[in-house]
């Protein structure tokens, strides 16, 4: 195609953009032209448009501040979706980096357990896996993070005093623990309508509150990690020998022996 | 040796049930109301006649009549604290029927009745509302710490 072909070619392509420049060019013109009027003919120098930028900087905090948090939260309020929208891809992108993150650590550490793939210790999981019925994936990972007890509680059924309590470190008032778990767990009842059925357990964060009825008491068990069915046989065990072992009178008021019990059957754990 | 006594504190909303515990416990007060949602557990230790004694306070979250709170609130309790607003008669016009519905699951649970924000009315008027009350009455104020402490060791006393 010849040079003027393609002159007449862009003439009829870009004819809309065209009239839209010329616009734009007029009306640039114009404002070029009211600017120098305002001026007055003269010129800005460099020295003096740095002061009125610096205390543009200094005023505008104050007085635009307000207005703009005003704003944003106006158009937050009122134009949630869009801001969700707007949002979505930047917390989107740091939540899917963090998970990543986690996966990449999850990820390490299984590698290493499987590493031992062809050792005695893997052989052992497998057999552990076949004889308790639990995938051996499974255990893997629960051998990565092993559930743990963080506290133990003994609580009077019904008035929710405390009878005895092992704590791997004391954070909170035991007594106020044992009170509300008590009230949590009379709420549920009530709520549900269902005496007969009792909340046996609580998730928090990473922690996990296992729950067990036995009339006049009943046991509060805080864990850390991952319960795997053959950590949640053998608590389940060692929660059924105590039971077993220990007599709460009413009335009684010395507690010691409780504990000593407590200590004597969860250490092992 | 310890020993640990369940006490619930109930009456109407907005009587002063929390302030009072605030304090009892922390010897706070805060002129802000936050209502109390289901209940919220607390403990004091007092010494009253050379036993130390674990109160375990169940503030109980208001109701305009006891019927509304839930029983198993009141399992195992060994002593209450009924409060009523000396500045609202609707908050003990019908103490009687809640003081009954009450030792209907606690018979001879010991109680005290707490008249407070005694502060806002007058000597005249705290005597007018005694004569309308037909219980024994203490009157506190939590927000000027008067008599709050003595309410609390009064009811442990009779429950030791």
Known sequence: MSRGGIHTLKEILFEEEKEKYQTLSTQLSALQGQMQTALNGRELPDSELQQIVEKISIIMPDKMGPVITETLKVQIREQKDEVVQTLYPIIGQMIKKFIQREIQVLTEKIDYQLEKAFSWEFLLVRIKAFFTGTSTADLVLKASDPAKIEEIFLIEEGSGLLLASYSRNKTIDQDMIAGMLTAIRAFVEDAFSSSDQKLETISYDLFKIYVQSFGKFYIAVVLSGGMDTAFKNRLDDTILKFVKDISIKADDEDHAQYLKLLNQYFNKL | ?160
């Not at chain 2, 230790?45 to 674990?54: E, F, P, S, T």
């Not at chain 2, 309790?77 to 009924?82: A, D, K, M, S, V």
């Not at chain 2, 007058?122 to 309308?132: F, T, V, Y």
């Open chain 2, 1 to 160: 040796m310890e020993i640990s006594k369940k006490v619930i504190l109930t009456g109407h909303f907005g009587v002063g049930k929390t302030s009072l515990v605030q304090q009892f416990v922390k010897q706070k007060f805060s002129e802000s109301y936050l209502t109390t949602i289901g209940v919220k557990v607390d403990k004091k230790q007092v010494d009253v006649d050379g036993a130390k004694v674990n109160l375990i306070l169940w503030d109980l979250a208001g109701e305009s009549s006891a019927i509304k709170v839930p029983k198993s609130y009141l399992l195992g309790t060994q002593g209450i604290i009924y409060v009523f607003d000396v500045s609202r008669e609707e908050t003990f016009a019908y103490l009687d029927d809640d003081l009954l519905e009450l030792k209907k699951s606690m018979l001879e649970v010991p109680h005290v009745i707490l008249g407070n924000k005694s502060d806002l009315m007058n000597e005249e008027d705290l005597a007018s509302i005694k004569s309308k009350v037909p219980h024994e009455v203490a009157f506190t104020s939590a927000k000027e710490n008067t008599n709050v402490e003595e309410a609390f060791l009064n009811l442990t006393k009779m429950m030791l």
